[in-house]
């Protein structure tokens, strides 16, 4: 009955690797985002997808690729990863609806992305 | 751009008593709502209480409740009869209301620990 999931939960990898993160939804929200907590646990955003359609894209290296195949679902995509990565990565969805309970942003579990 | 400060990196308090975390945010939006979050050990981020700028009345949520003063921009969490499962990391956003921009913007967060 998870409301938004993410896998994996944790992630340890190499320097210069690719990886995915992946993220679902099934609160039929329109909605999606992703969040990024650093060693001091200051939470920023990344990106946001309504729709499938990317609406925000914060300062984020084109190393970072965001992927909507639907509005239930948004991966996150990193090239060539770096020490600087490593991180808690949080997707987040909402109904996206201007007004009301609809814009409060519902978390996941996050992942755990350690880079050596 | 938004900020929001928590001037308390870390707090305490005993079992059974009364605690308030400070927030405060600048913004010239006037449309707006405020979130608490609360991130405990297993890291996942929970929605503790949200106000929209337009309510003068403070939201409540059973044991929590806010102080919201929209003209000096503050915005403070009471915790009443606090529990050991409160000990987490608690985080004060904004977002503004309105239009498809629907991000976060966190302080850098209260670590409140509870005491038995």
């Known amino acids: 009955d998870t409301a938004v999931s993410q896998t994996p939960k944790y992630l340890v990898t190499q320097m210069g690797n690719d990886k995915s993160i992946k993220c679902e939804q099934n609160?039929?929200?329109?909605?999606m985002y992703w969040y990024k907590q650093d060693s001091k646990k200051f939470l920023k955003i990344m990106f946001s997808?309504?729709?499938?359609?990317?609406?925000i894209n914060e300062t984020v290296p084109n190393r970072f690729s965001p992927k909507s195949p639907d509005k239930a679902h948004l991966n996150l995509h990193i090239n060539s990863l770096e020490l600087g990565d490593s991180a808690v990565y949080f997707c987040?969805?909402?109904?996206?609806?201007?007004?009301?309970?609809?814009?409060?942003?519902?978390f996941g579990p996050g992942t755990r992305l350690l880079v050596l | 751009a938004q900020t929001v400060t928590q001037s308390q990196p870390e707090m305490s308090v005993q079992e059974a008593e009364t605690v308030t975390l400070s927030c405060t945010y600048d913004?010239?939006?006037?449309?707006?709502?405020l979130f608490w979050y609360k991130q405990p050990p297993s890291r996942q981020m929970i929605l503790v209480i949200r106000?929209?700028?337009?309510?003068?009345q403070n939201a409540t949520e059973n044991r929590f409740s806010v102080n919201f003063q929209k003209a000096a921009k503050s915005f403070s969490l009471k915790i009443s009869d606090s529990q050991l499962g409160d000990t987490a990391m608690y985080f004060c956003?904004?977002?503004?209301?309105?239009?498809?921009?629907?991000?976060?913007?966190f302080g850098k967060g209260t670590l409140l620990t509870v005491n038995p």
């Open positions: 987040a969805s909402s109904q996206g609806v201007s007004g009301g309970p609809g814009e409060t942003q519902y």
């Open positions: 609160l039929g929200h329109d909605t």
């Open positions: 997808y309504n729709n499938k359609e990317l609406i």
């Open positions: 913004t010239s939006e006037s449309n707006y709502y």
């Open positions: 106000q929209e700028a337009y309510k003068q």
């Open positions: 956003a904004f977002m503004k209301r309105g239009g498809s921009n629907y991000k976060l913007t």
